[in-house]
């Protein structure tokens, strides 16, 4: 079954913004720390952003702090991503991820990823 479905990736122009949001079913959504990664042609998967359950805490990796903001709706059973000043290293497929660890680093469930490409 599909737990988490990614939507909002596209191609922008460096220092454009994008909107990543991820839509959850309730049984992988409630009590999971919720997470964003990110994996660029060629490497590996990285670490992007964390949220905790209650949204309390958030993570980030150095590389996206200032410009990146990771929210989350338990209501609405939704976690986003608001990407600013993007840049053309920030080019990959962009997957959401739920599990218990924090950072949620080993996750329980993926999403199938959206790209998002910035050129220069």
């Known amino acids: 079954q599909v737990h988490l479905v990614e939507s909002g990736g596209s191609a922008v122009q460096a220092g454009g913004s994008l909107r990543l949001a991820c839509a959850a079913s309730r049984r992988v959504f409630n009590g999971y720390n919720m997470g964003w990664f990110r994996q660029a042609p060629g490497k590996e998967r990285e670490f992007v952003a964390a949220i905790s359950w209650s949204g309390d805490s958030t993570d980030y990796v150095d590389s996206v702090k200032g410009r990146f903001t990771i929210s989350r709706d338990n209501a609405k059973n939704t976690v986003n991503l608001q990407m600013n000043s993007l840049k053309p290293e920030d080019t990959a497929v962009y997957y959401c991820?739920?599990?218990?660890?924090?950072?949620?680093?080993?996750?329980?469930?993926w999403g199938q990823g959206t790209q998002v490409t910035v050129s220069s």
């Open positions: 991820a739920a599990g218990r660890g924090w950072p949620p680093v080993t996750a329980d469930y």
